[in-house]
């Protein structure tokens, strides 16, 4: 059985990789892409339930019957809390309550996992009245084109923002029967005076901003960069679809302004209870989660076995939604128009790569936030910054407070390494040196793979289960040489912005590439990357190009991930341990 996947072949520089405005389950489905014999009734990418003739590959061609029946009229919190047993009111906390409480709640809610509302930011004397109106948005930019999203068929169109908001003014705040058309502005980019209140007058807490030390999603390089900063306009009875934040990120969502009551209500979990709801959604609901297809009923919410966190948020709410939270959001009223924003902590990242990662690729899912190359770039800066630490510039004046400093670093480069040693694991090759690779002329450290047999007095892999197993351990160079700068500045440039053309996965290091079989009318002068590529994961499963011709590529030479690994690991033993890199950090493949 031959199939071909939906993503568009392109070439790296154009950045071969799904789109992020749609979510959709990839669909392999004409003559690239072939599942192998033994493996053709297990190993096709799901599928979302066809229901009443809907297209079940294609989530804008939704009939509005298959869509539950739902609207926030006459909605309120108690009165939703006192029907369901599991509704639970989210916890509040004012803006202008005493800094000392604000941070308890904070610190609570990245301990807890709980949704969390910061409320009265309108209250807050830097509130910018100004900006945060419609008048002012439709003076600015009523004239601009935009997207809008009919909720009823999922079909997206084009208008101005001046027609957008006079057609929702003439609609009813709630959806009536036989109603064919309700729009909602979804993912839009935020207005330029917004982005500058938020990131630079200082009134929302800096550390839960977009951009902050803490967000990771900051260290990549602007041609990697994710825009997370966006938002979302609309009257009653629009929504979003049950779904999780992408790749297990914190979510925030602030209402700047409304008209004629307009508010949102807010359906949402606790992070521990991600399990729970994707298999409730699964095996009660006949639902994929991370499809994001499925608008989940108060009812159905109700009957849940887990607790939902349940709001309304009104101007000046700012909405915290903890990582692998299940949240669903129904507009109530006039409209009302929101700012949101993603960050990336180092939590984040370990939970993204562990719990979300497997997912999205069992779903068919592009990852879009790319996780693994996150962390790279990461590595990549801290070690920078610890260098300076702990090689100052002569004449240089320390500040206040720069050797705990140094140590908060160096805990987080710690942490983001052992993590990068589990990717350096799933990426390595044995025969790597022999590979073709999209960069060329890399130099590296010297730094190399010796295996050798665990025993009792290897430390950290003392347990029986591993003991006598095959390891690869980095080994030291033996003519050690600086890399020259030039090469050193290309490979922090560079990336490998490409998708797995089946499951979507993102692909950092290794991949597996067919030029043959090419889309019709390509260039016949293909380059690394422009052919049929699959990750390893969907290799190993069974899948391949038609002609069953696949081979093996890396996007750099290995060595010069294990370069930038080890010198991280050099400075950290002097941070930290003041041991040998290779006993401090020892990447183990084991054999099993």
């Given at each position: 059985?031959?199939?071909?996947?939906?993503?568009?072949?392109?070439?790296?520089?154009?950045?071969?990789?799904?789109?992020?405005?749609?979510?959709?389950?990839?669909?392999?489905?004409?003559?690239?892409?072939?599942?192998?014999?033994?493996?053709?009734?297990?190993?096709?990418?799901?599928?979302?339930?066809?229901?009443?003739?809907?297209?079940?590959?294609?989530?804008?061609?939704?009939?509005?019957?298959?869509?539950?029946?739902?609207?926030?009229?006459?909605?309120?919190?108690?009165s939703l809390c006192r029907k369901f047993a599991s509704f639970k009111e989210v916890r509040r906390v004012s803006a202008v309550a005493d800094p000392a409480t604000l941070a308890k709640a904070l610190d609570e809610y990245e301990l807890d996992g709980i949704p969390l509302i910061i409320e009265d930011w309108h209250k807050h004397s830097a509130w910018p009245r100004d900006i945060f109106s419609l008048e002012w948005l439709l003076r600015t930019a009523g004239h601009e084109n935009i997207n809008v999203r009919n909720v009823h068929d999922r079909q997206d169109q084009p208008m101005t923002l001046s027609e957008f908001v006079a057609l929702?003014?003439?609609?009813?705040?709630?959806?009536?029967?036989?109603?064919?058309?309700?729009?909602?502005?979804?993912?839009?980019?935020?207005?330029?005076?917004?982005?500058?209140?938020?990131?630079?007058?200082?009134?929302?807490?800096?550390?839960?901003?977009?951009?902050?030390?803490?967000?990771?999603?900051?260290?990549?390089?602007?041609?990697?960069?994710?825009?997370?900063?966006?938002?979302?306009?609309?009257?009653?009875?629009?929504?979003?679809?049950?779904?999780?934040?992408?790749?297990?990120?914190?979510?925030?969502?602030?209402?700047?302004?409304?008209?004629?009551?307009?508010?949102?209500?807010?359906?949402?979990?606790?992070?521990?209870?991600?399990?729970?709801?994707?298999?409730?959604?699964?095996?009660?609901?006949?639902?994929?989660?991370?499809?994001?297809?499925?608008?989940?009923?108060?009812?159905?919410?109700?009957?849940?076995?887990?607790?939902?966190?349940?709001?309304?948020?009104?101007?000046?709410?700012?909405?915290?939604?903890?990582?692998?939270?299940?949240?669903?959001?129904?507009?109530?009223?006039?409209?009302?128009?929101?700012?949101?924003?993603?960050?990336?902590?180092?939590?984040?990242?370990?939970?993204?790569?562990?719990?979300?990662?497997?997912?999205?690729?069992?779903?068919?899912?592009?990852?879009?936030?790319?996780?693994?190359?996150?962390?790279?770039?990461?590595?990549?800066?801290?070690?920078?910054?610890?260098?300076?630490?702990?090689?100052?510039?002569?004449?240089?004046?320390?500040?206040?407070?720069?050797?705990?400093?140094?140590?908060?670093?160096?805990?987080?480069?710690?942490?983001?390494?052992?993590?990068?040693?589990?990717?350096?694991?799933?990426?390595?090759?044995?025969?790597?040196?022999?590979?073709?690779?999209?960069?060329?002329?890399?130099?590296?450290?010297?730094?190399?793979?010796?295996?050798?047999?665990?025993?009792?007095?290897?430390?950290?892999?003392?347990?029986?289960?591993?003991?006598?197993?095959?390891?690869?351990?980095?080994?030291?160079?033996?003519?050690?040489?600086?890399?020259?700068?030039?090469?050193?500045?290309?490979?922090?440039?560079?990336?490998?912005?490409?998708?797995?053309?089946?499951?979507?996965?993102?692909?950092?290091?290794?991949?597996?590439?067919?030029?043959?079989?090419?889309?019709?009318?390509?260039?016949?002068?293909?380059?690394?990357?422009?052919?049929?590529?699959?990750?390893?994961?969907?290799?190993?499963?069974?899948?391949?190009?038609?002609?069953?011709?696949?081979?093996?590529?890396?996007?750099?030479?290995?060595?010069?991930?294990?370069?930038?690994?080890?010198?991280?690991?050099?400075?950290?033993?002097?941070?930290?341990?003041?041991?040998?890199?290779?006993?401090?950090?020892?990447?183990?493949?084991?054999?099993?």
């Amino acid at each position: 059985m031959s199939q071909q996947v939906s993503q568009p072949h392109t070439s790296p520089s154009h950045s071969k990789r799904a789109s992020s405005s749609s979510l959709k389950p990839l669909s392999p489905n004409a003559s690239a892409i072939s599942i192998g014999p033994s493996l053709a009734e297990t190993s096709q990418p799901p599928r979302p339930p066809s229901r009443q003739g809907a297209d079940p590959n294609t989530s804008s061609h939704v009939s509005s019957q298959s869509l539950p029946r739902i609207t926030a009229k006459d909605w309120s919190v108690p009165s939703l809390c006192r029907k369901f047993a599991s509704f639970k009111e989210v916890r509040r906390v004012s803006a202008v309550a005493d800094p000392a409480t604000l941070a308890k709640a904070l610190d609570e809610y990245e301990l807890d996992g709980i949704p969390l509302i910061i409320e009265d930011w309108h209250k807050h004397s830097a509130w910018p009245r100004d900006i945060f109106s419609l008048e002012w948005l439709l003076r600015t930019a009523g004239h601009e084109n935009i997207n809008v999203r009919n909720v009823h068929d999922r079909q997206d169109q084009p208008m101005t923002l001046s027609e957008f908001v006079a057609l929702s003014r003439s609609q009813p705040h709630h959806a009536v029967a036989g109603e064919t058309q309700r729009l909602y502005w979804k993912d839009a980019d935020c207005p330029p005076a917004w982005r500058q209140w938020l990131l630079e007058s200082g009134t929302i807490p800096s550390h839960i901003l977009p951009g902050s030390t803490d967000d990771y999603l900051g260290y990549l390089s602007p041609s990697e960069a994710v825009e997370s900063l966006l938002c979302y306009m609309g009257i009653g009875d629009t929504y979003t679809a049950a779904h999780k934040d992408l790749c297990a990120s914190s979510g925030h969502n602030l209402m700047c302004f409304s008209e004629q009551d307009g508010s949102s209500f807010w359906f949402m979990t606790a992070a521990n209870d991600a399990p729970a709801v994707a298999r409730y959604f699964q095996t009660e609901l006949n639902q994929e989660l991370d499809w994001e297809t499925h608008v989940t009923t108060v009812e159905e919410l109700g009957r849940a076995p887990f607790d939902v966190y349940v709001t309304e948020q009104k101007v000046g709410d700012l909405v915290l939604v903890p990582p692998r939270s299940c949240h669903q959001v129904v507009n109530k009223g006039g409209l009302a128009m929101k700012t949101s924003w993603s960050r990336m902590t180092l939590d984040n990242l370990k939970t993204a790569l562990h719990c979300e990662l497997p997912i999205y690729r069992r779903v068919c899912r592009p990852e879009q936030y790319r996780v693994k190359t996150i962390l790279y770039k990461s590595v990549l800066h801290l070690t920078e910054e610890l260098q300076l630490d702990l090689n100052p510039v002569p004449n240089r004046a320390s500040t206040p407070g720069a050797s705990h400093g140094v140590t908060g670093r160096a805990k987080k480069l710690k942490q983001l390494l052992q993590l990068f040693d589990e990717v350096l694991c799933e990426e390595f090759a044995s025969c790597h040196e022999e590979l073709q690779h999209a960069l060329e002329n890399e130099d590296s450290s010297g730094w190399g793979l010796k295996p050798h047999f665990a025993t009792s007095t290897d430390g950290g892999v003392a347990n029986a289960d591993v003991r006598n197993r095959l390891m690869l351990t980095l080994s030291p160079p033996t003519n050690t040489h600086n890399r020259h700068a030039t090469d050193k500045a290309k490979e922090r440039r560079s990336s490998c912005n490409l998708a797995c053309d089946f499951c979507g996965a993102d692909l950092f290091q290794s991949f597996f590439e067919c030029k043959e079989c090419r889309p019709l009318g390509s260039d016949s002068s293909l380059q690394i990357g422009d052919g049929v590529l699959l990750c390893p994961a969907c290799y190993v499963e069974g899948r391949l190009c038609r002609c069953g011709e696949m081979e093996p590529v890396q996007y750099r030479r290995f060595e010069v991930l294990l370069s930038d690994r080890n010198q991280a690991a050099r400075l950290l033993s002097r941070a930290l341990l003041g041991e040998d890199p290779v006993r401090v950090f020892r990447m183990q493949y084991v054999v099993v």
